[in-house]
């Protein structure tokens, strides 16, 4: 399993109560990109071997991915990456597209500037990451964009819903092959959606969030 020699140097010299912390950023980090496939089981041994450490840490850690819903623990077995087949991504990206044009919407209606400058805050650092060439993180950068917009959509409810479905959301991500010129396209999108937004625009701002999320479906792996 290759994504095992990619190991963060700093990684084998960790505080003893980072140790489960740093575990789960770095299979998290390795199962958004893809290096760890669905399907796929979490080599706890081999983990172990890579960061010097028991299994307790690394069980720990697998049992806050099996809480976020990316990974299934099997009974007195081990743990595998869940994984996603076209139909659900396709089901799960539909709905999401729907809560979140809902999300811009009240969005548009309620926000104040602190609202607008925590958000282009955090697509700058989605913009650092693509350009860094840190697949992973520009997902879970984007993750962190869409999830404040609806946290600061003026509907708890709306927002306790798009962050249970999160998980299921950066699954049917791994679904979706973007070449890097494509996925810069997308990413740049969240500029188009923040001038809508700060135009008070709420129906262009709504197709442009619509077309950020429902495009991505026409570059579902075959």
Not at 59 to 72: N, Q, S
Not at 151 to 160: A, E, G, K, Q, V
Request: aromatic fraction near 4%.
């Amino acid at each position: 399993m290759s994504f095992l020699n990619q190991a963060d140097p700093e990684a084998l010299n960790v505080e003893p109560q980072s140790l489960s912390e740093r575990v789960y950023n770095y299979l998290k980090e390795q199962i958004l990109s893809g290096a760890i496939e669905g399907g796929e089981r979490i080599p706890e041994e081999r983990v172990g071997r890579l960061f010097g450490i028991s299994r307790t840490p690394i069980r720990e850690a697998i049992k806050r991915l099996e809480e976020y819903g990316l990974v299934r623990v099997k009974p007195r077995s081990y743990a595998e990456v869940v994984s996603l087949d076209d139909r659900s991504a396709v089901q799960i990206t539909q709905v999401r597209a729907q809560l979140e044009e809902l999300a811009v919407r009240l969005f548009v209606e309620c926000a104040a500037e602190e609202d607008f400058a925590a958000l282009e805050q955090l697509v700058r650092q989605c913009d650092a990451a693509l350009s860094a060439g840190a697949i992973a993180e520009t997902f879970m950068q984007d993750s962190l964009l869409h999830l404040e917009l609806s946290r600061r959509c003026c509907n708890p409810h709306l927002h306790d819903v798009l962050q249970r479905l999160d998980a299921r959301v950066q699954l049917a991500r791994l679904q979706v092959h973007l070449p890097p010129a494509i996925l810069a396209q997308f990413v740049a999108q969240h500029h188009t959606l923040m001038d809508a937004m700060r135009a008070r625009d709420a129906e262009r701002a709504a197709a442009v969030m619509r077309s950020h999320i429902l495009d991505q479906l026409q570059h579902l792996k075959r």
